[in-house]
């Protein structure tokens, strides 16, 4: 009884350990955004706001140029997720479906992509973009963001599709269907939880994307929201404040696209990751 006992309360106790000591740190930074400047700067650590205030968020939001790192970053983000799953949709049923000469040495180059360190490439890809006369422009954060997405997106729908019966999309081409619409009226509709957790991923991965923006776009009104968090300074450091109003605008689209799709999100990551 007694280990039953304890075998019962010792993963709920771990539980909750590592519940609090995730949001904790999403707490702390929301009401930081909320507190003004003297609980902020305090000796004594203020756990809640003992008076509610808007200057820090209105602060983060007039800095200049704001609504249009909010374009430039919600135009960049999203544009790099669509194009991924419209190439990694196609690419993963080729590969899972189709049998061709380097198709194993394909998937181990994608691996190996996922794998790799961008921040490493920076400099190559600073001298593309230069040569090419396109700095200071979306379109190549656009295509480099896709490019980091990718090979996750395609592994992972590569197991959703060969997950997939063949009968099934065999049974639709003998009532009629041509193979493009016995993949998008059969075999599209079953890889939905794949496509909602990695447009999640990919969102992440492009939203929080900072060292290529940094090298590549010089010009203010060229730049992300991600390098707007750094620009909070004063002379005498910081400004907390400010910076956890910032902090805490950024993350409200992934918490909000998060709430909506994580159960389907968490069944795509471990469903893709062991079939196929």
């Given at each position: 009884?007694?280990?039953?006992?304890?075998?019962?309360?010792?993963?709920?106790?771990?539980?909750?350990?590592?519940?609090?000591?995730?949001?904790?740190?999403?707490?702390?930074?929301?009401?930081?955004?909320?507190?003004?400047?003297?609980?902020?700067?305090?000796?004594?650590?203020?756990?809640?706001?003992?008076?509610?205030?808007?200057?820090?968020?209105?602060?983060?939001?007039?800095?200049?140029?704001?609504?249009?790192?909010?374009?430039?970053?919600?135009?960049v983000t999203l544009l790099a997720v669509i194009f991924s799953?419209?190439?990694?949709?196609?690419?993963?049923?080729?590969?899972?479906?189709?049998?061709?000469?380097?198709?194993?040495?394909?998937?181990?180059?994608?691996?190996?992509?996922?794998?790799?360190?961008?921040?490493?490439?920076?400099?190559?890809?600073?001298?593309?973009?230069?040569?090419?006369?396109?700095?200071?422009?979306?379109?190549?954060?656009?295509?480099?963001?896709?490019?980091?997405?990718?090979?996750?997106?395609?592994?992972?729908?590569?197991?959703?599709?060969?997950?997939?019966?063949?009968?099934?999309?065999?049974?639709?081409?003998?009532?009629?269907?041509?193979?493009?619409?016995?993949?998008?009226?059969?075999?599209?509709?079953?890889?939905?939880?794949?496509?909602?957790?990695?447009?999640?991923?990919?969102?992440?991965?492009?939203?929080?994307?900072?060292?290529?923006?940094?090298?590549?776009?010089?010009?203010?009104?060229?730049?992300?929201?991600?390098?707007?968090?750094?620009?909070?300074?004063?002379?005498?450091?910081?400004?907390?404040?400010?910076?956890?109003?910032?902090?805490?605008?950024?993350?409200?689209?992934?918490?909000?696209?998060?709430?909506?799709?994580?159960?389907?999100?968490?069944?795509?990551?471990?469903?893709?990751?062991?079939?196929?």
């Amino acid at each position: 009884m007694k280990r039953s006992l304890f075998g019962r309360i010792w993963p709920n106790a771990l539980a909750v350990i590592l519940f609090a000591g995730l949001v904790f740190p999403v707490y702390w930074m929301f009401t930081t955004a909320f507190k003004p400047t003297g609980d902020i700067i305090t000796e004594t650590p203020v756990w809640f706001p003992t008076e509610i205030t808007f200057e820090h968020f209105e602060k983060a939001v007039g800095v200049e140029h704001f609504w249009t790192l909010v374009r430039n970053s919600l135009t960049v983000t999203l544009l790099a997720v669509i194009f991924s799953l419209f190439l990694a949709l196609f690419a993963s049923f080729a590969v899972a479906r189709m049998r061709f000469r380097g198709r194993k040495g394909l998937i181990v180059t994608f691996m190996v992509a996922q794998m790799a360190p961008w921040e490493v490439m920076v400099i190559a890809i600073y001298m593309l973009v230069r040569d090419a006369d396109m700095l200071n422009s979306l379109v190549p954060l656009t295509l480099f963001y896709m490019m980091m997405v990718l090979p996750f997106t395609l592994l992972t729908l590569r197991g959703y599709v060969a997950a997939v019966p063949k009968e099934l999309e065999e049974s639709a081409m003998v009532d009629g269907c041509t193979r493009p619409q016995a993949f998008v009226k059969v075999i599209l509709p079953l890889l939905a939880p794949g496509l909602m957790a990695t447009s999640l991923f990919g969102f992440i991965t492009a939203w929080n994307e900072f060292p290529l923006v940094l090298i590549l776009n010089k010009d203010p009104e060229a730049k992300t929201l991600p390098l707007w968090l750094s620009q909070f300074q004063s002379q005498f450091g910081n400004d907390w404040g400010a910076t956890m109003a910032a902090a805490s605008i950024f993350a409200i689209p992934i918490l909000i696209l998060f709430v909506f799709l994580q159960r389907r999100a968490v069944s795509g990551l471990t469903d893709g990751a062991v079939k196929g």
